[in-house]
C-alpha cells in the first residue's frame, strides 16, 4: 500500500513534470525595458501641493499610473493587433499547448480570453520612489518579445504626448476665448470712435479745444492792444482816420473771438457738447485695449504653467533582445512537483497509517 500511495503520489507526477519540462514545455523570452515619467514644474511646493506630491499625487506620478492602466488596457491590445498582428505572436504554432493562445487551457479564442492572455503575458513593476517603470513582455521568441516591448513604448510615448496636448488646450482655451472677446471689443470700439469722428468732423476735442483757446488767447490780445491804441486817438486826436478802421478792427476781433468761442461751448456741434461723446467712445476703446492687453498676458501666463506641469517619458533602457529563455523554469518545477508530492505522499500516509491502527483495534 504504502509503495503504490509513494508511486502515485511522487513517481508518477514527478514523471510527468519531467516529461513536460523537458521536453514539451515551449521556451518564454523575456524582454525588459524601462522608463520614467517626469515634468518641467520647477517652483517649489508648498502646503496642499507639497503634501499631495510627498503622497504620491503629483501630475508626474498621475502620468506613470495612467501609463500603466493604459498598457494593461484593452486599447493598447487593439493598437498592438493594428501594429505587430499580436494574436498571431501568442497563437504561434511552435508553441507548447499548454501554454499558447488557442491551447489546452486557452481554448477560447474570443476577445475578452485574448485579453485575459494579454495581462498574462505582460508585467509592470512602478518604483514609487523614482517613478521609473519597468516593463516586462513575454513571447515565444525573442525577437516577438522585443517587438511587443517597443511596440509598447511607442503606445505610451504617444499617450503622453496626447494627454500633454489635451491638458494644454484645456488650460488655455479660456483664456484664448478671452483674447478673442476682448479683440472683438477693441475692434467695435475702434470702429465706433471711427464713425463718430466722421459723423461729427471731430479728430480728437481735447487738443482742437486747446488750439481754439489759444487763437481766442491771441485774439483777445489783439483786441486789448487795438483797443488801447483806439482809446489813445481818440484822446490825442479825435478827427484822426485811423480811428474809424480801428472800430472796424475791433469789431472784427470782437466778432471773431465770439465765433471760436461758440465753436467750443456753443449749440450741440459744439466741441464742448461733442466731447462728452467722444471721450465716453475713447473710454470704451482704452478700456477694451487694456482688457485685450491683461487678457494676453494671462494666455501667455496660461501656457508657461502648461509647458511647465507637461508630462515626458524618457526611455532609461530599450527593450533587450534576450538570448535566452527565462521561463518556464525548468528544474524548479520539477523541485516543486517532487516536493509537494513528498508533502501529500507524508500525508497520506500518516492519514492511512491511523486508519490502521483504529481498523486493528
Known amino acids: 500500500m504504502a509503495d503504490r500511495l509513494f508511486f502515485g503520489v511522487v513517481v508518477i507526477p514527478v514523471a510527468i513534470s519531467i516529461l513536460y519540462f523537458g521536453p514539451l514545455a515551449s521556451d518564454v523570452y523575456i524582454s525588459e525595458s524601462s522608463f ?8 517649489q511646493s508648498t502646503g496642499l501641493s507639497s503634501f499631495l506630491q510627498t503622497a504620491g499625487l503629483s501630475n508626474s506620478s498621475s502620468g506613470v499610473y495612467a501609463v500603466r492602466d493604459y498598457i494593461l488596457s484593452r486599447d493598447a491590445l487593439r493598437a498592438l493587433e493594428k501594429s505587430i498582428k499580436v494574436t498571431e505572436i501568442y497563437t504561434n504554432r511552435d508553441a507548447d499547448l499548454f501554454n499558447r493562445f488557442g491551447g489546452v487551457f486557452w481554448p477560447d479564442r474570443s476577445n475578452e480570453k485574448l485579453f485575459d492572455y494579454y495581462q498574462h503575458m505582460i508585467g509592470e513593476d512602478i518604483d514609487s520612489t523614482s517613478n521609473i517603470t519597468t516593463l516586462r513582455t513575454k ?3 525573442a525577437e516577438d518579445a522585443r517587438r511587443i516591448n517597443s511596440e509598447l513604448l511607442t503606445q505610451s510615448q504617444e499617450l503622453v504626448n496626447r494627454l500633454n496636448e489635451r491638458a494644454n488646450k ?14 472683438s471689443k477693441v475692434e467695435m470700439a475702434s470702429v465706433s470712435l471711427a464713425e463718430y469722428r466722421n459723423k461729427k468732423g471731430v479728430f480728437s476735442p481735447e487738443p482742437q479745444v486747446t488750439l481754439k483757446a489759444q487763437l481766442i488767447s491771441k485774439l483777445q490780445d489783439d483786441l486789448i492792444a487795438n483797443d488801447t491804441r483806439l482809446h489813445q486817438l481818440e484822446s490825442i486826436s479825435p478827427l484822426n482816420p485811423q480811428i474809424a478802421a480801428l472800430k472796424i478792427e475791433d469789431a472784427t476781433l470782437q466778432s471773431q ?7 467750443i461751448t456753443g449749440g450741440n456741434s459744439s466741441l464742448a457738447s461733442n466731447a462728452v461723446d467722444y471721450e465716453k467712445l475713447s473710454l470704451e476703446k482704452d478700456f477694451a485695449e487694456k482688457e485685450l492687453a491683461a487678457s494676453l498676458t494671462s ?3 496660461a501656457r508657461i504653467q502648461a509647458q511647465k506641469q507637461q508630462l ?13 529563455a527565462l521561463e518556464p523554469r525548468r528544474i524548479r518545477g520539477v523541485l516543486s512537483t517532487l516536493m509537494v508530492g513528498l508533502l501529500l505522499w507524508g500525508v497520506f500516509s500518516v492519514i492511512f497509517a491511523g486508519i490502521r491502527e483504529h481498523n486493528d483495534r
Open 257 to 263: 473771438i465770439q465765433k471760436q468761442m461758440s465753436e
Open 170 to 183: 484645456d488650460a488655455v482655451r479660456f483664456f484664448e476665448k478671452s483674447v478673442i472677446d476682448a479683440k
Open 36 to 43: 520614467v515619467i517626469y515634468s518641467q514644474q520647477t517652483q
Open 139 to 141: 513571447a515565444y521568441t
Open 312 to 324: 515626458f517619458l524618457e526611455t532609461i533602457s530599450t527593450p533587450s533582445l534576450p538570448d535566452e
Open 299 to 301: 494666455l501667455e501666463q
